[in-house]
């Protein structure tokens, strides 16, 4: 079943936060068997970052199963982050890889958020294969990448995130140029200023 089919006074299986995860609910510690056992209290703080504070869940023993409604996820401030649902990140290597997943901007103002190529030294040529969606938004800068002069940084689409909130977006790196070549995130609140890497 489902993370969201689950009622607040049901406890939780193996298999239960494992969606939670995949949904973006919680982000992972150390990877989640597969099985329809329940959980308990020390399962669930070793497998996802939760808030550990809450009094439902604090007040429990190490063994005592946990209830849904004693599992929330700790609530990161001015950072954005990406929780995979599919695909590795960052991206790299000479073939072409997607990942998709959930973006969120925990900011209290609007972020911008980009994609950076590192181009492995190289300093010369273009890469028009890569792309970055975020649904529901639409890019404001679409155009093929040319390296800069030091051929580390290249700048792809710009999307802006509105204050805490989410989003799902996927990501692909179809250059299919090795040597060290990677694609990630980025994001700032003003472009061309200090970018923070996700």
């Not at 209830?67 to 960052?90: F, I, M, Q, R, W």
């Not at 805490?164 to 990630?184: A, E, F």
Request: charged share 5%.
């Amino acid at each position: 079943m489902s993370w969201a089919g689950i009622a607040a006074n049901q406890t939780v299986t193996f298999n239960n936060l494992q969606d939670a995860v995949n949904t973006g609910v919680f982000t992972l510690k150390n990877g989640i068997p597969v099985s329809q056992e329940c959980i308990t209290k020390t399962d669930a703080n070793y497998f996802v970052n939760i808030n550990t504070s809450i009094g439902s869940y604090a007040s429990k023993s190490a063994g005592q199963l946990v209830y849904k409604a004693d599992l929330v996820a700790p609530s990161p401030t001015n950072t954005v982050t990406y929780v995979p649902s599919s695909g590795l990140y960052p991206l790299s290597g000479n073939v072409s890889v997607s990942t998709s997943g959930v973006i969120t901007n925990y900011f209290s103002t609007s972020m911008l958020v980009l994609i950076v190529f590192n181009s492995a030294g190289l300093s010369s040529g273009t890469v028009n294969n890569d792309s970055m969606v975020i649904v529901p938004l639409s890019p404001q800068v679409i155009s093929g990448q040319s390296f800069g002069s030091t051929g580390q940084l290249v700048y792809g689409g710009q999307y802006t995130l509105a204050a805490n909130t989410s989003y799902n977006i996927t990501l692909t790196k179809g250059d299919l140029l090795g040597g060290g070549s990677t694609l990630r995130f980025y994001y700032s609140n003003i472009f061309g200023g200090g970018i923070t890497m996700i």
